[in-house]
């Protein structure tokens, strides 16, 4: 079973960027899609990019759509999501999932059987 780790949120202001990490332990990550997803303060949990098992296909919510980019490092068995132009609405705790069905259209939260515990960025204006 592989677990998730989050990493790389923070506090940033309105324009500046972040890059989240999502660490793999326990088995391989390149067997799993992976996407990231955001939840704030009274909100459902969304999706915010989606990344197939070799990084081929990507997905993007229309709210990052330009201002954020998903890779993967399978050798280093981890996901990014490198954020810019960060605006107060992208605060959230940001989490990362995984699962083995592997394409861009799985993007609701029950598509995903793996969770991280979340990280939290916060954009002040």
């Known amino acids: 079973q592989v677990q998730l780790v989050e990493s790389g949120g923070g506090l940033v202001q309105t324009g500046g960027s972040l890059r989240l990490s999502c660490a793999a332990s326990g088995q391989s990550i390149s067997s799993y899609a992976v996407g990231w997803f955001r939840q704030a303060p009274g909100k459902e949990r969304q999706v915010v990019s989606v990344?197939?098992?070799?990084?081929?296909?990507?997905y993007y919510a229309d709210s990052v759509k330009g201002r954020f980019t998903i890779s993967r490092d399978n050798a280093k068995n981890t996901v990014y999501l490198q954020m810019n132009s960060l605006k107060p609405e992208d605060t959230a705790v940001y989490y990362c999932?995984?699962?083995?069905?592997?394409?861009?259209?799985?993007?609701?939260?029950?598509?995903?059987?793996?969770w991280g515990q979340g990280t939290q960025v916060t954009v002040s204006s």
């Open positions: 990344i197939t098992r070799i990084g081929r296909g990507t």
């Open positions: 999932a995984a699962d083995r069905q592997d394409g861009i259209y799985y993007r609701r939260n029950d598509d995903y059987e793996l």
